[in-house]
């Protein structure tokens, strides 16, 4: 049951994103990401998980503040003087305030190039009014697939892979902090800021046991 749900959501989803593209009208729904995440991979190799939600900026307008499906296509972006890759491991459905009471499937990712998309929709295929305190869409676990992630990454929504829908706007609506044309990178999300623990290298940790096995054995002959 779980493959003939998922498979004509993809194509569904897809089909939307297609007629979407330059012509979506904005919505008053805003997408923001969590916090400025810090990041050590020494102490987290498979690194964080980070919750997204959308935000309402209008609750009074009628119909604004709807929402039946989603796609968010997130770019992550090395800032000066970082190096490595930051990409998404996997994607779940949120652990608290979900947007949707079920969801039609677990959240989908689908990579083109450097955009990674999320899509799901509402098992109900019925809007739900998000309040102005916002709901969570879904949870991404990051990683480093080339494990040499370091510096600043940010994160930012791809202008022509996310949107929303509901049952009345089968063409998609853009968020509203995200640019239909100008800057290429799309909205500012949010960053990780990486780093590594100082760890001795593998030499470095052998002279030291050496030294101390050595002066372990001077101190054993001068007490005899």
């Given at each position: 049951m779980f493959k003939a749900l998922r498979e004509p959501f993809v194509c569904i989803l897809a089909a939307f994103v297609l007629s979407?593209?330059?012509?979506?009208?904005?919505?008053?729904?805003?997408?923001?990401?969590?916090g400025e995440l810090n990041w050590d991979r020494s102490t987290d190799p498979l690194g964080p998980a980070a919750v997204l939600?959308?935000?309402?900026?209008?609750?009074?307008?009628?119909?604004?503040n709807e929402l039946n499906a989603f796609n968010v296509g997130l770019r992550i972006l090395p800032a000066a003087g970082a190096s490595?890759?930051?990409?998404?491991?996997?994607?779940?459905?949120?652990?608290?305030?979900?947007?949707?009471?079920?969801?039609?499937?677990?959240?989908?990712l689908s990579s083109v190039g450097d955009v990674q998309t999320v899509s799901a929709d509402n098992a109900a295929?019925?809007?739900?009014?998000?309040?102005?305190?916002?709901?969570?869409?879904?949870?991404?676990?990051?990683?480093?697939?080339t494990d040499d992630a370091i510096g600043k990454f940010e994160i930012y929504a791809d202008r022509e892979t996310t949107n929303y829908f509901t049952t009345t706007?089968?063409?998609?609506?853009?968020?509203?902090?995200?640019?239909?044309?100008g800057d290429v990178k799309g909205a500012y999300l949010g960053s990780f800021t990486v780093s590594v623990s100082?760890?001795?290298?593998?030499n470095t940790l052998?002279?030291?046991l050496m030294s101390l096995s050595t002066a372990r054995g001077l101190r054993y002959r001068k007490r005899r």
């Open positions: 979407s593209l330059g012509q979506a009208a904005k919505g008053d729904l805003v997408l923001n990401l969590i939600f959308g935000l309402t900026s209008n609750d009074d307008a009628p119909n604004a490595g890759v930051i990409s998404i491991q996997s994607v779940g459905i949120p652990s608290s305030n979900s947007v949707f009471p079920s969801y039609a499937t677990i959240p989908i295929f019925a809007n739900v009014s998000i309040p102005s305190s916002g709901r969570n869409l879904f949870q991404a676990n990051f990683f480093s697939p706007e089968f063409d998609g609506a853009k968020f509203q902090n995200v640019p239909t044309f100082s760890v001795p290298e593998p052998l002279c030291w």
